[in-house]
């Protein structure tokens, strides 16, 4: 199957700090609101938080008091609104009476399934106990406000009496309701079940799109939650773009895309989740090329119109003012979004991801080309535009398919004069970035060797040089390096990697059919090796 079709898919990557936070934020029955923009992984990251928590909270497991029984999970996209409009139309209500009866027996959802999961886990706490006695559910005709809050307090009480723990909420798409005349009811509802009815021993995780941030009940001015966390889920970094593009690769047994190709996929998603999970998917049924990247563009402009209308939609004049210069420059200063309207803008195109932030100052740069090459075939932003600049990195990350070293030098410790000599001449000489383990005792203080080194000479260098010799083949750290070295050279061919060997030895790995540089015979140096890199380094380096 492939990994990355999103309707089967359990791929996750860079949400795993706010996944713990959130585990921490359950123990202390913290609520949490989710902000984040259409198809961002708002999702995604519900989903394994109701699967954890199923897991966790086994009926046969003894559990703390403070441990939920039961997950609730309520969609509205897919649930309230089917149910919703019929049952109250289009008059505004000021009691949730009316909202309330699809949840007692609507397609057996909300609290219908939610009396039935505590049903089964009161009944499943250990073999051969009775089950739980536990309160009838109101029937609809009776679910007004206070008796649904009255029913889920004994509810709660029948809980706390067998230690079984509270309730979990986790709803999804919760401003797709705010179209509806009674969605400020519905929120009221939420902040009285948590700071009155059930107290601390509900939690409750409110996930939607920009309309969360800055909400406010126009009746009483409150918030959705009270003190709730807020979390905001944009696109992903480039460490959890390069992991996503490549570990599913490898845990199928192949090779992972070319670094060319990987640059290719990062400019047309720039870490857009939904966007780069298609671009993928597309790339894993075949071959992963360049021609391959092209195909896979081209059929998601044809596919994906409708999202990228939606993202268009949400822009006025100004937004569309100032994503046109970012999209022609491919960066814009904060310096030139210092107004609060420009500001907001700014936030909008993030939160659509339509845009990055690059640092704490604002400046921002360009999000997905798709969406550039999308906007400009609607006439909405006038090409030509110029090549986009080259990344500067997050915080010494860079995208996928872009190097952070010219050279990386790998050598047994027999040879480090020689290293020293060749990393000189190359920095002094070719102005080349090098990877010299030596000065780089800072970056590499603290690191996990085994993770970090075979990421330098595999992905993080544009050319990997392996002095190689006897100590060099029998030592620990060097074959490590060799291997990252090797993989590369499966990858992006020969070329990506240079063999040195300085006394006659040889890599039993490398086909005979590799020309390695011999220095044993005393015909060249050190030196006629950086002259090499730094000549095919000028030659090449610009296209790469």
Same mark, same amino acid.
């Given at each position: ?19 713990? *936070? ?87 959802? /909300? ?33 007004? /406000? ?46 009285? $079940? ?203 990350? $860079? ?6 070293? *010219? ?59 392996? $002095? ?77």
């Amino acid at each position: 199957m492939n990994p990355y079709t999103p309707s089967a898919s359990r791929l996750f990557y860079g949400r795993e700090e706010i996944f713990h *936070d959130l585990l921490k934020d359950e123990e202390a029955s913290q609520p949490v609101v989710f902000i984040g923009g259409r198809r961002c992984g708002k999702t995604r990251l519900l989903q394994r938080l109701d699967r954890y928590l199923r897991a966790r909270y086994d009926p046969g497991i003894a559990r703390d008091a403070a441990e939920p029984a039961a997950i609730w999970q309520l969609d509205p996209a897919a649930a309230w609104l089917s149910a919703i409009p019929d049952a109250i139309g289009p008059a505004p209500v000021s009691d949730l009476a009316p909202h309330w009866p699809f949840l007692v027996d609507f397609q057996g959802l /909300a609290l219908k399934s939610l009396r039935q999961a505590l049903a089964h886990v009161a009944g499943s706490v250990a073999d051969g106990d009775p089950p739980v006695p536990l309160p009838s559910a109101p029937v609809a005709a009776e679910c007004d /406000a206070r008796t649904l809050e009255e029913w889920l307090k004994d509810v709660d009480l029948a809980l706390a009496k067998e230690r079984l723990g509270g309730i979990g909420l986790l709803l999804d798409q919760i401003t797709d309701i705010f179209t509806e005349p009674w969605h400020h009811d519905l929120m009221s509802f939420l902040r009285r $079940l948590f700071d009155h009815t059930l107290r601390s021993r509900v939690w409750i995780v409110v996930a939607g799109s920009y309309a969360l941030d800055g909400y406010r009940n126009p009746t009483d001015g409150s918030p959705p939650l009270n003190v709730a966390k807020r979390h905001f889920l944009g696109d992903l970094n480039y460490r959890a773009r390069r992991h996503m593009a490549v570990e599913p690769f490898v845990a199928a047994g192949r090779l992972p895309p070319a670094d060319e190709v990987l640059r290719a996929v990062d400019r047309s998603a720039a870490g857009n989740v939904w966007l780069l999970t298609l671009m993928l998917e597309d790339l894993f049924e075949v071959e992963p090329t360049l021609h391959a990247v092209r195909e896979a563009e081209e059929g998601l402009l044809d596919r994906q119109n409708d999202t990228f209308e939606r993202w268009a939609n949400a822009l006025s004049a100004n937004g569309w003012e100032i994503y046109s210069q970012v999209a022609t420059h491919g960066f814009l200063a904060a310096e030139h979004i210092k107004t609060v309207p420009a500001r907001a803008t700014r936030n909008l195109l993030e939160y659509q991801s339509l845009v990055h932030r690059c640092n704490p100052v604002g400046d921002i740069e360009l999000g997905p080309d798709l969406f550039r090459r999308w906007a400009a075939e609607m006439g909405k932003i006038q090409p030509p535009f110029p090549p986009r600049p080259e990344p500067k990195g997050e915080g010494g990350l $860079l995208p996928p398919g872009y190097y952070r070293y *010219d050279v990386a030098l790998s050598f047994a410790s027999p040879q480090r004069e020689s290293a020293r000599k060749l990393a000189d001449q190359l920095r002094i000489q070719g102005g080349l970035r090098v990877f010299y383990d030596q000065e780089l005792q800072h970056e590499l203080w603290g690191a996990d060797l085994g993770r970090s080194l075979p990421s330098v000479y595999d992905r993080e260098a544009q050319i990997t040089v392996l $002095l190689i010799s006897k100590e060099y083949l029998e030592r620990h750290w060097p074959r490590i390096e060799a291997a990252a070295a090797l993989s590369k050279a499966l990858r992006d061919g020969w070329g990506a990697v240079l063999l040195v060997s300085v006394d006659g030895a040889r890599l039993p790995e490398v086909p005979e059919s590799i020309v390695v540089l011999d220095l044993s015979y005393g015909d060249r140096s050190v030196s006629d090796v950086a002259l090499d890199l730094i000549a095919r380094h000028r030659r090449f380096g610009a296209a790469a």
